[in-house]
């Protein structure tokens, strides 16, 4: 009989919904059952494509008896820790707290009131490596229940307690400066790795965000340091095994300091935010191995992720059947060289292993080795590795192929338009323009509501049940400005517009300007979760602020532009400590400092050579958050546009900063040096 799980939407609540454990979804029902019945809360957290949740679930979920015992003794409440990000945040902090690590599976248990009294996270079916069996965990936290009510009461009281004293510290409302960017650079040259790029030790994290902010320091300082580490950590990671060689895209994350060994889950978020990065590496330098990579990983995002409905999928596993009924990681990206030779022949194959650095002894499991692009002296030629490659992919797409999470999220698609819109006009590619077009369509007719309130998923094209959380404000219109820029449709500009008032009226404190992850009017939590720092993705902090910012560009609006330079404290407070950790956040300041630049592109039509050719220079510009408006002149699409006259009848670029505005060109050349001085 499957469980109450059955009608949801998650990909992942539904992995759960033939379990013999009674689950309820995130409900004030469950809680109510709980005090119905006397029974303290299990709430078991995870996502789609998370390997250790999988584990448990085979290992215990699925289990008959430990199931027994569950539904006999607690009340069963899983989460999907990507629709509800919040209830995540709220008890990610308390087992982080209390344990000093988290991640997911992500085990906690509650009082009736929602109060967390005990946590961990993933729990073997029998004790090893010093941890307790899941078994033994249940029996003692029914014991403490049983026998001890009120001490685990008042454990629970003093957690929710301390959660409420755990202020962030908010840097007040002024916004960082030079002094605080350059702080934030030195910190990160020092925990940068000069022999393999990137930040810090095993494991390696994409550190997108953070590169962004050094193309923009870079662009506006003339700092070649900051091109450098961006530059270098790109092409590093590229080369490794962290970027699918044959399909594009890249993996979570590298198990090692080399990009060598990913775990292998592709995210739609760390391939929006490394598309997009990629593109504008390329803006920077011209670099061919970064115009490659963006592309490709745009195509991967499009052939792979797109849904039916137009939006774009969340994930796919890392894990897949390797051809005899096992699930096992990485299966579908690896090779050994016997399987190279069966797909290639002997010559053919032999070469692949050169270029792919496939070696007898592998270097991941059971002898099978991760495609990569060493360094190697040997020149290759270029026709014939197409063709093996182009060979392989088709091999490998006779395999088992890893479980794909169908759910929309709002925030990681607002990424993807960016991106996807962006790399389309850098590289006149329509198609991908049309595929940011119609993800935004979908989030307007599915995930918007009359009150333009976003909803934060939908599957098949039908909404949940969650409201949208920061994050999906900011990013959402983040995606929508890029949208405006690129199409010249202003009605891009609208939707931000909307989005962004929700912003100012419902997530943000008016008395100190910091932002919270969910709105006034959001169900009550133990907390009302509060995070500045910039993780897998941007915080809903540092996206609202870039998007008020970019807003405020196009608009001229003061309470947009004043919102943002008092979001931007958090960065000031942040930036020197912990650069790594407000990447986008340090962005978002490179821009206020420049300005940010306003361009106006007015012309006949956009599909008149001159204004395209004006309107793309003003793409390409790398001055940091640039906003671009483009249309007829004397337009009212675009605020910009009003009193920008075409010069002598020909198309113009007007370009304003700080208030202060250059005389108007009508060479794409000059508009260049404007843009990059």
């Given at each position: 009989?499957?469980n109450?799980l059955?009608?949801?939407?998650?990909?992942?609540?539904?992995q759960?919904?033939?379990?013999?454990?009674?689950?309820?979804?995130?409900s004030?029902?469950?809680?109510?059952e709980?005090?119905?019945?006397g029974?303290?809360?299990?709430?078991?957290v995870?996502?789609?494509?998370?390997h250790?949740?999988?584990?448990?679930?085979?290992?215990?979920?699925?289990?008959?008896?430990?199931?027994?015992?569950?539904?006999?003794?607690?009340?069963?409440?899983?989460?999907?820790?990507?629709e509800?990000?919040?209830?995540?945040a709220?008890?990610?902090?308390?087992?982080?707290?209390?344990?000093?690590?988290?991640g997911?599976?992500?085990t906690?248990?509650?009082?009736?009131?929602?109060?967390?009294?005990?946590f961990?996270?993933?729990?073997?079916?029998?004790?090893?490596?010093?941890?307790?069996?899941?078994?033994?965990?249940?029996?003692?936290?029914?014991?403490?229940?049983?026998?001890?009510?009120?001490?685990?009461?008042?454990?629970?009281g003093?957690?929710?307690?301390?959660?409420?004293?755990?202020?962030i510290?908010?840097?007040g409302?002024?916004?960082?400066?030079?002094?605080?960017?350059?702080?934030?650079?030195?910190?990160?040259?020092?925990?940068?790795?000069?022999?393999?790029?990137g930040?810090?030790?095993?494991?390696?994290?994409?550190p997108?965000?953070?590169?962004?902010?050094?193309?923009?320091?870079?662009?506006?300082?003339g700092?070649?340091?900051?091109?450098?580490?961006?530059?270098?950590?790109?092409?590093?990671?590229?080369?490794?095994?962290?970027?699918?060689?044959l399909g594009?895209g890249?993996?979570r994350?590298?198990?090692?300091r080399?990009?060598v060994?990913?775990?292998?889950?592709?995210?739609l978020?760390?391939?929006?935010?490394?598309?997009?990065?990629?593109?504008?590496?390329?803006?920077a330098?011209?670099?061919?191995?970064?115009?490659?990579?963006?592309?490709?990983?745009?195509?991967?995002?499009?052939?792979?992720?797109?849904t039916?409905?137009?939006?774009?999928?969340?994930?796919?596993?890392a894990?897949?059947?390797d051809?005899?009924?096992?699930?096992?990681?990485?299966a579908?990206?690896?090779?050994?060289p016997e399987?190279?030779?069966?797909?290639?022949?002997?010559?053919?194959?032999?070469?692949a292993?050169r270029?792919?650095?496939?070696?007898?002894?592998?270097?991941?499991?059971?002898?099978?080795?991760v495609?990569?692009?060493p360094?190697?002296?040997?020149?290759?030629?270029?026709?014939?590795?197409?063709?093996?490659?182009?060979?392989?992919?088709?091999a490998?797409?006779?395999?088992?192929?890893p479980?794909?999470?169908?759910?929309?999220?709002?925030?990681w698609?607002?990424l993807?338009?960016?991106?996807?819109?962006?790399?389309?006009a850098?590289?006149?590619?329509?198609?991908?323009?049309d595929?940011a077009l119609?993800?935004?369509?979908?989030?307007?007719?599915?995930?918007?509501?009359?009150?333009?309130?976003?909803?934060?998923t939908?599957?098949?094209?039908?909404?949940?049940?969650?409201?949208?959380?920061?994050?999906?404000?900011?990013?959402v219109?983040?995606?929508?400005?890029?949208?405006?820029?690129?199409?010249?449709?202003g009605?891009?500009?609208?939707?931000?517009?909307f989005?962004?008032?929700?912003v100012?009226?419902?997530?943000?404190?008016?008395?100190?300007?910091?932002?919270?992850?969910?709105?006034?009017?959001?169900?009550?939590?133990?907390?009302?979760?509060?995070?500045?720092?910039?993780?897998?993705?941007p915080?809903g902090?540092?996206?609202?602020?870039?998007?008020?910012?970019?807003?405020?560009?196009?608009?001229?609006?003061?309470?947009?532009?004043?919102?943002?330079?008092?979001?931007?404290?958090?960065v000031?407070?942040?930036g020197?400590?912990?650069?790594?950790?407000?990447?986008?956040?340090?962005?978002?300041?490179?821009?206020?400092?420049?300005?940010?630049?306003?361009?106006?592109?007015?012309?006949?039509?956009?599909?008149?050579?001159?204004?395209?050719?004006?309107?793309?220079?003003?793409?390409?510009?790398?001055?940091?958050?640039?906003v671009?408006?483009?249309?007829?002149?004397?337009s009212?699409?675009f605020?910009l546009?009003?009193?920008?006259?075409?010069?002598?009848?020909a198309?113009?670029?007007?370009?304003c900063?700080?208030?202060?505005?250059?005389?108007?060109?009508?060479?794409?050349?000059?508009?260049?040096?404007?843009?990059?001085?």
């Amino acid at each position: 009989m499957p469980n109450r799980l059955a009608h949801e939407t998650s990909p992942y609540l539904l992995q759960h919904a033939d379990n013999p454990v009674d689950w309820w979804p995130w409900s004030e029902e469950a809680f109510e059952e709980a005090r119905r019945s006397g029974r303290p809360v299990l709430l078991s957290v995870g996502y789609s494509s998370c390997h250790w949740c999988h584990v448990m679930a085979h290992e215990s979920f699925e289990d008959e008896a430990t199931a027994d015992f569950l539904n006999t003794h607690f009340v069963s409440v899983k989460v999907d820790r990507e629709e509800r990000p919040d209830v995540d945040a709220v008890y990610m902090e308390a087992v982080q707290a209390a344990t000093g690590q988290g991640g997911w599976p992500m085990t906690v248990f509650l009082t009736p009131d929602a109060e967390p009294f005990y946590f961990g996270t993933y729990f073997p079916p029998a004790p090893r490596h010093g941890m307790p069996s899941f078994r033994q965990v249940l029996e003692g936290v029914r014991g403490a229940w049983t026998d001890r009510r009120e001490e685990v009461a008042e454990v629970a009281g003093k957690i929710v307690q301390d959660l409420a004293g755990r202020e962030i510290s908010y840097g007040g409302t002024e916004a960082p400066g030079e002094q605080e960017l350059a702080q934030a650079l030195l910190g990160l040259t020092r925990e940068y790795d000069p022999q393999r790029g990137g930040f810090g030790g095993a494991p390696k994290f994409p550190p997108s965000m953070v590169i962004e902010f050094l193309l923009r320091h870079h662009a506006r300082t003339g700092a070649e340091g900051a091109l450098q580490m961006a530059r270098d950590t790109c092409e590093r990671m590229a080369r490794g095994g962290i970027y699918d060689q044959l399909g594009g895209g890249f993996a979570r994350y590298s198990v090692d300091r080399d990009w060598v060994i990913p775990h292998f889950e592709k995210m739609l978020y760390d391939n929006a935010l490394l598309c997009r990065v990629y593109a504008h590496l390329w803006r920077a330098t011209g670099s061919d191995l970064a115009r490659r990579v963006a592309l490709e990983t745009a195509d991967f995002m499009v052939r792979e992720l797109r849904t039916e409905q137009g939006g774009f999928a969340s994930a796919l596993d890392a894990d897949s059947d390797d051809g005899t009924g096992r699930h096992v990681e990485g299966a579908y990206y690896v090779w050994t060289p016997e399987q190279l030779r069966e797909a290639l022949g002997d010559d053919d194959a032999g070469l692949a292993a050169r270029y792919f650095g496939v070696t007898e002894e592998g270097t991941f499991e059971e002898g099978a080795s991760v495609l990569q692009l060493p360094q190697r002296d040997e020149v290759f030629d270029a026709e014939r590795v197409a063709s093996v490659r182009g060979r392989l992919l088709e091999a490998r797409a006779g395999r088992p192929a890893p479980g794909r999470d169908d759910k929309v999220v709002a925030a990681w698609n607002g990424l993807a338009i960016a991106a996807l819109a962006e790399t389309g006009a850098y590289f006149d590619r329509p198609d991908l323009v049309d595929a940011a077009l119609c993800a935004a369509d979908l989030l307007v007719r599915v995930h918007l509501d009359e009150q333009a309130r976003l909803t934060r998923t939908s599957k098949d094209g039908r909404a949940g049940a969650n409201a949208g959380v920061l994050e999906d404000y900011g990013d959402v219109a983040e995606g929508f400005l890029a949208l405006a820029s690129v199409t010249g449709e202003g009605v891009w500009l609208d939707f931000a517009g909307f989005l962004l008032d929700h912003v100012l009226a419902r997530f943000v404190d008016e008395e100190s300007g910091a932002l919270f992850d969910t709105a006034a009017d959001a169900e009550r939590l133990i907390r009302r979760p509060q995070d500045p720092t910039d993780n897998a993705v941007p915080s809903g902090w540092s996206a609202a602020a870039g998007a008020l910012l970019g807003y405020a560009a196009h608009t001229g609006s003061e309470p947009h532009r004043r919102a943002a330079e008092r979001a931007l404290g958090v960065v000031k407070a942040l930036g020197p400590r912990v650069p790594r950790f407000i990447g986008w956040g340090l962005a978002v300041a490179e821009a206020l400092l420049d300005g940010p630049r306003e361009i106006a592109v007015v012309g006949p039509a956009l599909s008149d050579e001159a204004t395209r050719a004006l309107h793309r220079t003003a793409l390409l510009g790398t001055a940091p958050g640039a906003v671009v408006a483009a249309g007829a002149a004397e337009s009212d699409e675009f605020p910009l546009l009003a009193g920008r006259p075409l010069q002598q009848g020909a198309p113009a670029a007007y370009v304003c900063r700080n208030f202060t505005c250059d005389a108007p060109t009508t060479d794409p050349e000059r508009l260049r040096e404007t843009l990059s001085s």
